[in-house]
Protein backbone atom coordinates (compact mmCIF):
# COMPACT_ATOMS: atom_id res chain seq x y z
CA UNK A 1 0.00 0.00 0.00
CA UNK A 2 1.74 3.44 -1.42
CA UNK A 3 -0.84 5.46 1.16
CA UNK A 4 -3.01 8.18 -0.74
CA UNK A 5 -1.53 9.64 -4.21
CA UNK A 6 -2.41 12.78 -5.41
CA UNK A 7 -1.83 14.48 -9.05
CA UNK A 8 -0.56 16.38 -10.15
CA UNK A 9 1.56 17.47 -7.26
CA UNK A 10 1.40 21.42 -9.36
CA UNK A 11 -0.96 23.28 -11.42
CA UNK A 12 -0.72 26.38 -12.91
CA UNK A 13 -3.91 27.40 -15.07
CA UNK A 14 -5.04 30.41 -16.62
CA UNK A 15 -8.18 32.42 -15.36
CA UNK A 16 -10.93 30.63 -16.72
CA UNK A 17 -9.74 27.48 -17.59
CA UNK A 18 -10.96 24.14 -15.87
CA UNK A 19 -9.00 22.01 -13.86
CA UNK A 20 -9.20 18.22 -12.78
CA UNK A 21 -7.09 17.09 -9.82
CA UNK A 22 -6.77 13.09 -8.50
CA UNK A 23 -6.67 11.42 -5.71
CA UNK A 24 -6.00 7.34 -5.17
CA UNK A 25 -6.82 6.81 -1.65
CA UNK A 26 -5.92 3.59 0.46
CA UNK A 27 -7.57 1.06 -0.91
CA UNK A 28 -9.17 -0.48 1.71
CA UNK A 29 -10.71 2.71 2.90
CA UNK A 30 -14.31 3.29 2.26
CA UNK A 31 -14.29 6.99 2.84
CA UNK A 32 -12.34 9.93 1.19
CA UNK A 33 -12.43 13.62 1.96
CA UNK A 34 -11.15 16.26 -0.09
CA UNK A 35 -10.00 19.87 1.73
CA UNK A 36 -8.59 22.97 0.47
CA UNK A 37 -5.86 24.75 2.49
CA UNK A 38 -4.77 28.22 2.08
CA UNK A 39 -1.63 29.69 3.25
CA UNK A 40 -1.51 30.39 6.68
CA UNK A 41 -4.84 28.71 7.26
CA UNK A 42 -6.20 24.97 8.63
CA UNK A 43 -7.76 23.14 6.01
CA UNK A 44 -11.00 23.62 5.29
CA UNK A 45 -13.58 20.82 4.81
CA UNK A 46 -14.96 20.56 0.95
CA UNK A 47 -16.76 17.02 0.46
CA UNK A 48 -16.55 13.34 1.33
CA UNK A 49 -17.68 10.27 0.00
CA UNK A 50 -18.78 6.78 1.27
CA UNK A 51 -17.94 4.59 -1.44
CA UNK A 52 -19.27 6.27 -4.13
CA UNK A 53 -22.35 8.50 -2.08
CA UNK A 54 -21.06 12.03 -1.77
CA UNK A 55 -22.83 12.27 1.44
CA UNK A 56 -21.80 16.61 2.35
CA UNK A 57 -20.69 19.45 0.36
CA UNK A 58 -19.44 22.50 1.94
CA UNK A 59 -21.12 25.81 1.34
CA UNK A 60 -17.49 26.36 -0.23
CA UNK A 61 -18.01 24.05 -2.92
CA UNK A 62 -19.68 26.98 -5.30
CA UNK A 63 -21.76 25.27 -8.22
CA UNK A 64 -18.08 25.85 -10.26
CA UNK A 65 -16.95 22.85 -7.90
CA UNK A 66 -17.84 19.25 -8.61
CA UNK A 67 -16.21 15.87 -7.13
CA UNK A 68 -17.22 12.11 -8.59
CA UNK A 69 -15.83 9.06 -6.83
CA UNK A 70 -17.43 7.05 -9.52
CA UNK A 71 -16.97 3.10 -8.24
CA UNK A 72 -15.96 4.28 -5.23
CA UNK A 73 -12.17 3.51 -5.63
CA UNK A 74 -10.41 7.31 -6.88
CA UNK A 75 -11.79 10.57 -6.65
CA UNK A 76 -11.82 13.27 -8.79
CA UNK A 77 -11.92 17.36 -8.13
CA UNK A 78 -13.44 19.45 -10.73
CA UNK A 79 -13.27 23.20 -10.90
CA UNK A 80 -14.63 25.13 -13.92
CA UNK A 81 -14.14 28.68 -14.98
CA UNK A 82 -11.27 28.79 -12.26
CA UNK A 83 -10.78 32.32 -10.66
CA UNK A 84 -7.27 33.34 -8.86
CA UNK A 85 -9.08 32.80 -5.42
CA UNK A 86 -9.11 29.38 -6.07
CA UNK A 87 -5.06 29.28 -5.55
CA UNK A 88 -4.45 26.88 -2.65
CA UNK A 89 -3.85 23.90 -1.93
CA UNK A 90 -6.10 20.46 -2.68
CA UNK A 91 -5.65 18.05 -0.02
CA UNK A 92 -7.25 14.59 -0.36
CA UNK A 93 -7.92 11.88 2.56
CA UNK A 94 -9.04 8.75 3.36
CA UNK A 95 -10.00 6.43 6.25
CA UNK A 96 -11.57 3.09 6.93
CA UNK A 97 -15.44 3.45 7.32
CA UNK A 98 -15.34 4.49 10.92
CA UNK A 99 -12.85 6.96 10.62
CA UNK A 100 -11.53 6.83 14.76
CA UNK A 101 -8.09 6.74 13.68
CA UNK A 102 -7.99 9.86 11.85
CA UNK A 103 -6.89 10.86 8.25
CA UNK A 104 -4.55 9.37 5.94
CA UNK A 105 -3.63 12.53 4.01
CA UNK A 106 -2.59 12.56 0.17
CA UNK A 107 0.36 15.31 -0.77
CA UNK A 108 -1.88 17.54 -2.04
CA UNK A 109 -2.47 19.19 -4.85
CA UNK A 110 -1.14 22.98 -5.34
CA UNK A 111 -2.92 25.04 -7.79
CA UNK A 112 -2.01 28.36 -8.45
CA UNK A 113 -4.73 29.99 -11.22
CA UNK A 114 -2.68 33.32 -13.05
CA UNK B 1 -21.06 23.04 16.71
CA UNK B 2 -17.96 22.11 17.31
CA UNK B 3 -14.74 24.70 17.07
CA UNK B 4 -11.09 24.40 17.89
CA UNK B 5 -8.59 27.16 18.95
CA UNK B 6 -4.60 27.27 19.15
CA UNK B 7 -3.73 29.99 21.09
CA UNK B 8 -0.26 30.20 19.48
CA UNK B 9 0.03 31.07 16.28
CA UNK B 10 3.94 31.00 16.39
CA UNK B 11 6.21 29.32 18.77
CA UNK B 12 10.25 29.71 18.39
CA UNK B 13 12.05 27.29 20.71
CA UNK B 14 15.71 26.39 21.21
CA UNK B 15 17.32 23.06 20.18
CA UNK B 16 17.01 20.69 22.91
CA UNK B 17 14.15 22.57 24.64
CA UNK B 18 10.45 21.55 25.76
CA UNK B 19 7.62 22.95 24.10
CA UNK B 20 4.07 22.86 24.46
CA UNK B 21 1.87 23.72 21.78
CA UNK B 22 -1.60 24.50 23.18
CA UNK B 23 -5.23 23.82 22.02
CA UNK B 24 -8.53 24.22 23.04
CA UNK B 25 -11.95 23.15 21.77
CA UNK B 26 -15.47 23.46 22.22
CA UNK B 27 -18.09 21.12 21.78
CA UNK B 28 -21.56 19.96 23.23
CA UNK B 29 -20.99 16.67 22.40
CA UNK B 30 -18.56 14.22 23.41
CA UNK B 31 -15.02 14.33 20.40
CA UNK B 32 -12.43 12.67 19.25
CA UNK B 33 -9.17 14.77 18.91
CA UNK B 34 -6.11 14.63 16.93
CA UNK B 35 -2.72 16.56 15.97
CA UNK B 36 -1.39 16.54 12.51
CA UNK B 37 1.80 17.97 11.33
CA UNK B 38 2.81 19.26 8.17
CA UNK B 39 5.97 19.84 6.77
CA UNK B 40 6.44 22.89 3.67
CA UNK B 41 4.74 21.79 0.68
CA UNK B 42 3.40 18.35 2.06
CA UNK B 43 0.53 17.27 2.95
CA UNK B 44 -0.74 16.27 7.00
CA UNK B 45 0.51 13.42 9.13
CA UNK B 46 -0.99 12.40 11.67
CA UNK B 47 1.02 12.94 15.00
CA UNK B 48 -1.56 11.30 17.77
CA UNK B 49 -5.00 11.13 18.38
CA UNK B 50 -7.24 10.50 21.96
CA UNK B 51 -10.24 8.63 21.10
CA UNK B 52 -10.87 7.35 25.10
CA UNK B 53 -9.03 5.84 27.89
CA UNK B 54 -5.65 7.05 29.46
CA UNK B 55 -5.96 10.65 28.60
CA UNK B 56 -1.89 10.63 28.15
CA UNK B 57 -1.50 9.96 24.65
CA UNK B 58 2.43 8.96 22.93
CA UNK B 59 2.74 9.52 19.52
CA UNK B 60 5.22 9.50 17.14
CA UNK B 61 8.42 11.50 16.96
CA UNK B 62 8.61 11.94 20.80
CA UNK B 63 5.15 13.64 20.83
CA UNK B 64 2.21 13.43 23.97
CA UNK B 65 -0.99 15.20 24.50
CA UNK B 66 -2.67 14.90 26.88
CA UNK B 67 -6.88 15.53 27.19
CA UNK B 68 -8.88 17.47 30.01
CA UNK B 69 -11.98 17.35 29.72
CA UNK B 70 -12.77 19.72 32.46
CA UNK B 71 -10.59 22.55 30.59
CA UNK B 72 -11.56 20.76 27.19
CA UNK B 73 -7.59 21.13 25.91
CA UNK B 74 -5.17 18.86 24.45
CA UNK B 75 -1.92 19.79 24.40
CA UNK B 76 0.84 19.29 22.45
CA UNK B 77 4.27 18.26 24.19
CA UNK B 78 7.60 17.34 23.80
CA UNK B 79 10.31 17.35 26.48
CA UNK B 80 13.44 18.37 23.94
CA UNK B 81 12.86 19.01 20.35
CA UNK B 82 15.08 19.14 17.49
CA UNK B 83 15.79 21.21 14.21
CA UNK B 84 13.55 18.91 12.43
CA UNK B 85 10.51 19.15 14.45
CA UNK B 86 9.66 22.67 12.50
CA UNK B 87 7.06 22.42 10.69
CA UNK B 88 2.90 23.40 11.55
CA UNK B 89 0.73 21.96 13.70
CA UNK B 90 -2.55 21.35 13.39
CA UNK B 91 -5.43 20.36 16.00
CA UNK B 92 -8.62 19.09 15.16
CA UNK B 93 -11.68 17.26 16.48
CA UNK B 94 -14.04 15.05 15.28
CA UNK B 95 -17.79 13.87 16.88
CA UNK B 96 -17.47 10.25 18.45
CA UNK B 97 -21.01 9.76 17.27
CA UNK B 98 -22.84 9.15 14.65
CA UNK B 99 -22.06 8.79 10.88
CA UNK B 100 -19.92 11.95 10.32
CA UNK B 101 -16.10 11.90 10.84
CA UNK B 102 -15.25 15.38 9.37
CA UNK B 103 -12.41 17.46 11.33
CA UNK B 104 -12.72 20.59 12.22
CA UNK B 105 -9.29 22.11 12.05
CA UNK B 106 -7.80 25.24 14.12
CA UNK B 107 -5.48 27.72 11.92
CA UNK B 108 -2.57 25.93 13.27
CA UNK B 109 1.15 26.45 15.58
CA UNK B 110 3.84 27.14 13.52
CA UNK B 111 7.00 25.85 15.40
CA UNK B 112 10.39 26.99 14.90
CA UNK B 113 13.63 25.57 15.84
CA UNK B 114 16.40 27.61 16.60
CA UNK B 115 19.57 25.95 16.81
Known amino acids: DTGVSQNPRHKITKRGQNVTFRCDPI?????LYWYRQTLGQGPEFLTY????????KSRLLSDRFSAERPKGSFSTLEIQRTEQGDSAMYLC????????????FGSGTRLTVV | AQSVTQLDSQVPVFEEAPVELRCNYS??????LFWYVQYPNQGLQLLLK????STLVKGINGFEAEFNKSQTSFHLRKPSVHISDTAEYFC?????????????WGLGTSLAVNP
Open chain 1, 49 to 56: FQNEAQLE
Open chain 2, 27 to 32: SSVSVY
Open chain 2, 92 to 104: AVSLNAGNNRKLI
Open chain 1, 93 to 104: ASSPWTGEGGYT
Open chain 2, 50 to 53: YLSG
Open chain 1, 27 to 31: SEHNR
